[in-house]
């Protein structure tokens, strides 16, 4: 078992920043990416980024392409989202998830484990 932990969402102005943590801890061995997703009040969760431990290669969708960064901490077993230059638009809840190898890296069936989600509000 693997468990993820969110923090660091909260209340943000447009154009401010947040940097979101995700702890993970238990079987994190089996982890090939570990992705953020979000998912806005009435709509569909949508892929957001996402990181391979192999190589440290990130992926990110157009949305947030250039205003968000995914990196990680190996030592402490954490992944971060710097989210930059935020927009009313990025307003959801943001989710940690991870995953082993194969299939498309922007499902989220395709990932094993998430963890509970950290709201991130953009004010205009």
């Known amino acids: 078992q693997v468990q993820l932990v969110e923090s660091g969402g909260g209340l943000v102005q447009a154009g401010g920043s947040l940097r979101l943590s995700c702890a993970a801890s238990?079987?994190?061995?089996?982890?090939?990416?570990t992705a953020w997703f979000r998912q806005a009040s009435g709509k569909e969760r949508e892929f957001v980024a996402a990181?391979?431990?192999?190589?440290?290669?990130?992926f990110y969708a157009a949305s947030v392409q250039g205003r968000f960064t995914i990196s990680r901490d190996n030592p402490k077993n954490t992944v971060f989202l710097q989210v930059n230059s935020l927009k009313p638009e990025d307003t959801a809840v943001y989710y940690c998830?991870?995953?082993?190898?194969?299939?498309?890296?922007?499902?989220?069936?395709?990932?094993?484990?998430w963890g509970q989600g950290t709201q991130v509000t953009v004010s205009s």
């Open positions: 998830a991870a995953r082993g190898t194969g299939g498309a890296l922007t499902a989220g069936h395709e990932y094993d484990y």
């Open positions: 238990g079987r994190t061995f089996t982890h090939a990416f």
């Open positions: 990181i391979r431990w192999s190589d440290d290669r990130t």
